[in-house]
Structure formats: C-alpha cells, structure tokens
C-alpha cells in the first residue's frame, strides 16, 4: 500500500492542487465538508470528493460535546481524538492534507490541530470549488492506523479571563455582520462581539478566486489589524472552528505563536457576567442594533473607557 509518510519534510499550513497531486502518494486526503445552514457535509462527501478522501465530522470527530460553558464546538479529548483520527487511517508520521468546500473554513480546525501536536498537515487552497481534477463518489475505508494521543499545548489557547485580561490584540473571524451585531444566528444567546476584539473575518484571507492571498498580503492585513512582533494574538469566533482558518493564515505569513480561544463567541456569550459590544468597531455601538440580552433590572448599557465604545453587561 501507499507510504502516507512525508518522510520527515514539513508540510506548509497551506499546499495547492499541483503539489497534492505531486505527493497523493504519501498523503491522506481528508474530506471536512460542514455547512452552517444544516446541509449534510456527509452526504456531500458521498456524491463527490477527492479520490481516496475519508470524510471526517466537525461535530463528532474534531469536537467534543457542545457544552454551556465550552461553546458548541470545545475542543475533543485528546485520546478520543486519536482514536477517531486513527480508524479514518491516520496515524503516527501520517501526512495529511484536508480540505472543504471552498477555501477551508471548516477543514482548517482539523490542520490546525494536527499541526499544533507536532502533525504533518496542510489545508488544500481552493477546497474542493478549486480541484481542477476528478472526483469519485461513495465511502473510502482505508486501514486503520494507531495516532499516538497527545494533549493540546497549552501556550496555544486562551480561557475567557485570559481573553477579558486585555492584554492581547483578540481577532474575531466571523463574518463583519457578526461581528457588528446585525447577523444574528439562531444557535447565538446574544450578538455582538468580545468588547475590544477587532473584526479579522476568515474570507478575507482569500482572494477573488477562493485562494489565499500571499504571504506579504497576508502580513499587511494582520499589521493593519494590530500585529506586531513580540504582541500576543487570540483569535476566536463562533465556537473555535472558523477562527482556526484566520491562525493558519498567520502561520502562512510568517507569524507565529498566535492562540485559540476555543470556546470563542458560543461559550462567551452564554455567559451573562461577560459584556458584549455591538457595531464595526471594538467597542463603538451601532445606530439601531441592540445586543440581545435577557432582560431583567440589572441588564444595562455602559460605556467602556478601553474600548470608547458601547458594551452591554448581562445579569
């Protein structure tokens, strides 16, 4: 059978259709279609994926049980992990290459796990819209593989009180409307944003053709954003899938050691002692968008001197 070793060579966060096709041999190619609408990614995967993908869940593979406190979408056990990655066929010293159905949101929660515990794994730019090659459709089984558990370093993620701390530039990589307030999604307790976080969402990692900008593109987005060398970064977004999208893209542009707030918006504000900010800027409140909030004799508006702007405070 194929060697699905890299042999030692480090893979970039970023690989391209040519070079996947360059190396299909020594790679498992791992199919991470989800839709926030509700849609099958599973059954996407059955009518049509990359020859000799697997198709791995968000939900149940790459997270743990949504959880009040934890988000929707906390990070798996670090055994459970393993052991789901390893029945799909990837174990020690496997290569692999992920990729959804446009330019990664979804997969790059699976590359940023594998890379941040010493994995070799890359996100395919384009995802599946931008394979210039066939597909094939029905279910791959590949071998199963043994995928040595290891826990999830803790210099790379952020607790809520990290985060609230205010020493760090926090991203937010969800989509500019919810990040502002006026988009908000069913599964959301309230809208808005972390007061003082700054709106980086994930697709403007992309250019007009679904692919990531380059790497100086990518660093003067991220300069522009508050990034500096020696400046901590959190990113976070709804619950810990999206934002890992926007830290790969960091890795893409050369800078290092950004970190995760898993439980991101989902977990944030489920918690009525955490503020929240509404409109498109850190702190600033949008004409006509309220948070929601529940209601109640101490829910109340405030103005923050950090953020010159308005958060609303929850009971």
């Not at 995967?45 to 000799?52: E, F, N, S, V, W």
């Not at 699976?110 to 890379?115: F, N, S, T, Y």
């Not at 808005?192 to 053709?209: C, E, F, M, Q, V």
């Not at 409140?285 to 010159?308: D, E, L």
Request: net charge negative.
């Amino acid at each position: 059978m194929p060697d699905k070793s890299m042999r030692g060579l480090a893979l970039p966060p970023v690989v391209d259709a040519a070079w996947v096709r360059e190396h299909r041999e020594s790679l498992v190619l791992v199919d991470v279609r989800w839709f926030l609408d509700g849609r099958s990614g599973h059954d996407a995967y059955l009518a049509g994926h990359l020859p000799g993908a697997v198709w791995a869940d968000v939900d149940t593979v790459l997270s743990a049980p949504p959880d009040e406190t934890e988000g929707r979408h906390p990070l798996p056990d670090p055994a459970d992990f393993a052991r789901a990655l390893g029945a799909l066929g990837i174990g020690d010293g496997t290569a692999v290459v992920a990729y959804d159905a446009d330019g990664g949101p979804y997969a790059a929660r699976l590359v940023w796990l594998l890379r941040r515990t010493g994995r070799a794994a890359a996100l395919l730019d384009g995802g599946l819209s931008g394979w210039p090659h066939g597909t094939e459709t029905g279910v791959v089984t590949l071998p199963e593989a043994w995928l040595t558990p290891v826990e999830w370093p803790t210099e790379v993620l952020r607790s809520a009180d990290e985060v609230a701390a205010g020493d760090a530039v926090v991203l937010d990589a969800r989509a500019a409307d919810r990040y502002s307030g006026e988009t908000v999604l069913p599964t959301d307790i309230r809208s808005g944003h972390i007061p003082g976080a700054r709106s980086a969402p994930w697709s403007a990692n992309l250019t007009a053709d679904g692919t990531f900008a380059t790497p100086a593109q990518l660093r003067e987005r991220y300069e522009e954003l508050g990034v500096r060398e020696g400046v901590e970064v959190v990113v976070y977004c709804g619950s810990g899938v999206t934002a890992c999208h926007d830290l790969l893209a960091l890795e893409h542009a050369g800078i290092t050691g950004a970190a995760l707030y898993p439980g991101s918006w989902s977990a944030w504000s489920a918690d009525f002692s955490r503020p929240v900010a509404t409109g498109q800027e850190p702190g600033q409140q949008a004409a006509g968008i309220t948070s929601r909030c529940r209601t109640g004799p101490s829910a109340r508006s405030v103005h923050s001197p950090r953020t010159r702007g308005a958060t609303e405070e929850c009971p």
